[in-house]
């Protein structure tokens, strides 16, 4: 067995994916798994190209290059979701997780912005919870952009908090909110 195999399968014995045929990472039975859902499903090289189109499509800045996709693909510290319908990208989330800590860090979501609306970021965000629970995190954190109402009530229906604010966060100077959720 190669090395790419082998982790393969090291995933797949934890319910996880990151083989070209996507896993689902829910549950057949649990109560958002549907006949319409996208499929959420670790990123793969082949994913490269749509994940750089959704970014530069979803953010005017802060975009990750293809160079940091790549790296980021390959990184044991990050995970890649893509949600996965009709054979295309929808959305995307990006996950980063610290050796010898238990808090992960949403990087970012994205939808396709035909598709948003309609669930598939609350897909995505559950989605990575559940993969931070199964890495033993205890809390997950992210920032918004403080002028980016609809992300906000996102997170905030989730059950995340406010823990502060930061000035100047964002490449064009925009403020941001960091909000952190205990993982039961």
């Not at 750089?52 to 790296?71: I, K, M, P, T, Y």
């Not at 610290?98 to 995505?124: D, H, M, N």
């Not at 109402?149 to 100047?168: D, K, N, S, T, V």
Request: aromatic share 6%; glycine share 6%.
């Amino acid at each position: 067995m190669n090395a790419p195999e082998e982790k393969a399968c090291r995933l797949r014995a934890q319910g996880l994916t990151c083989a070209a045929v996507a896993v689902p990472l829910r549950k057949p039975s649990e109560p958002s798994a549907t006949r319409a859902s996208p499929l959420v499903r670790r990123a793969v090289p082949a994913d490269l190209a749509a994940l750089v189109e959704l970014e530069n499509a979803s953010f005017s800045g802060d975009r990750l290059s293809l160079r940091q996709w790549r790296h980021h693909l390959d990184n044991p510290g990050a995970w890649i979701l893509v949600a996965a319908q009709d054979g295309h990208a929808a959305g995307a989330a990006v996950v980063f997780f610290r050796s010898g800590s238990r808090v992960a860090r949403l990087y970012s979501i994205a939808v396709a912005a035909s598709l948003r609306g309609r669930g598939l970021g609350a897909e995505l965000l559950e989605s990575v919870e559940r993969i931070a629970r199964r890495r033993h995190c205890d809390r997950l954190r992210l920032e918004v952009r403080a002028d980016n109402p609809q992300a906000q009530r996102l997170y905030e229906r989730h059950g995340y908090q406010r823990i502060a604010h930061i000035e100047g966060y964002y490449e064009d100077g925009a403020d941001a909110w960091r909000y952190e959720k205990r993982l039961a």
